[in-house]
Nanobody, 118 residues
Framework: VQLQASGGGLVQAGGSLRLSCAAS????????MGWFRQAPGKERSLVAS????????YYADSMKGRFTISRDNAKNTVALQMNSLKPEDTAVYFC????????????WGQGTQVTVSS
């Protein structure tokens, strides 16, 4: 599966952005999807994930209540709605995929920059 992320940009603190990830290839609904982020000098970390059916979602603690992950298996897309953005949310955001039986994300998109100004 190939992934293409989009939707990043510059936003003021308190604002919102919606990231999208388009997947090409077969059997998108066999893959769990995740959004990761990496800030300068920091390790890449999981922001949110959604399982293959959309029935199970996970959020990192600092994103709960602010971010919402969703997917549309008919359109081969996954989205991350980010509200109440903070300067510490500034990072490059990556979408990733793993086969639903796998424990490792092994398909990655190219990343999209999100910058939140104070």
């Amino acid at each position: 599966v190939q992934l293409q992320a989009s939707g990043g940009g510059l936003v003021q603190a308190g604002g919102s952005l919606r990231l999208s990830c388009a997947a090409s290839g077969r059997n998108f609904d066999s893959y769990d999807m995740g959004w990761f982020r990496q800030a300068p000098g920091k390790e890449r970390s999981l922001v949110a994930s959604i399982n293959w059916s959309g029935g199970t979602k996970y959020y990192a603690d600092s994103m709960k209540g602010r971010f919402t992950i969703s997917r549309d298996n008919a359109k081969n897309t996954v989205a991350l709605q980010m509200n109440s953005l903070k300067p510490e949310d500034t990072a490059v955001y990556f979408c990733a995929a793993k086969y639903r039986w796998s424990t490792q994300y092994n398909y990655w998109g190219q990343g999209t920059q999100v910058t939140v100004s104070s």
